[in-house]
């Protein structure tokens, strides 16, 4: 087992154990590497990150709304996480925009908030994401090399990454910004 199926392991083992909390806890003595102020609220169901640039649907698919409190987080397999996207783009689109895609690794990498954790990502402008288990895995489009089939994912309950071929798991999309 490699580093980083024991980090993810750990990531599941613990996330069973710890009681589902409503809010990130975040540790007092680690500084934010995502404060509110690096992100933008469009106002639209979207969110800029003006680091990397990039646009996030503010809400994992399957829920919408304010707060994203309406409906609830869909599980996808790698295919179709893939085609969630061609679906919401074909479809209209989402916030005047039909150029959404999942994130590849190191974009979904980029949401995580190392000093928080159930889930480790800024809820104020990410709520609602889910945390538990498989419930907090995030589905990259990146594929794992030599592994055909596989993809790299991200674990929101600690930020553990892991590689997997025939789970389902949660989508958020994302898009270049301005």
Same mark, same amino acid.
């Given at each position: 087992?490699?580093?980083?199926?024991?980090?993810?392991l750990c990531a599941v083992l613990l996330s069973a154990v710890?009681?589902?909390?409503?809010?990130a806890a975040c540790k007092p003595n680690i500084p934010l590497t995502r404060p509110d102020a690096r992100y933008v609220d469009n106002n639209d169901g979207t969110v800029t990150d003006t680091v990397t640039k990039l646009m996030?649907? $503010?809400?994992?698919?399957?829920? &919408? @709304?304010? /707060?994203? +409190?309406?409906?609830?987080?869909?599980?996808f397999t790698w295919a179709a996480?893939?085609? $969630?996207?061609?679906?919401?783009? &074909? @479809?209209? /689109?989402? +916030?005047?925009?039909?150029d959404w895609r999942l994130p590849n690794f190191k974009e979904l990498k980029?949401?995580?908030?190392?000093?928080?954790?159930?889930?480790?990502?800024?809820?104020?402008?990410f709520p609602a994401t889910p945390s538990g288990g498989y419930l907090s895995v995030f589905w990259s489009s990146s594929p794992v090399a030599l592994h055909l089939g596989y993809a790299w994912s991200v674990?929101?309950?600690?930020?553990?990454?892991?590689?997997?071929?025939?789970?389902?798991?949660?989508?958020?999309?994302?898009?270049?910004?301005?």
């Open positions: 087992m490699n580093r980083r199926s024991r980090g993810f710890l009681p589902p909390l409503a809010q996030w649907k $503010q809400c994992a698919e399957g829920l &919408s @709304g304010a /707060g994203c +409190a309406t409906g609830s987080a869909s599980d996480a893939l085609q $969630q996207a061609q679906t919401v783009n &074909s @479809g209209g /689109g989402f +916030a005047g925009h039909t980029s949401l995580i908030e190392i000093a928080c954790y159930m889930p480790a990502i800024n809820m104020t402008f674990s929101f309950d600690f930020g553990a990454e892991s590689a997997d071929g025939d789970g389902s798991y949660r989508v958020r999309l994302v898009r270049a910004g301005r």
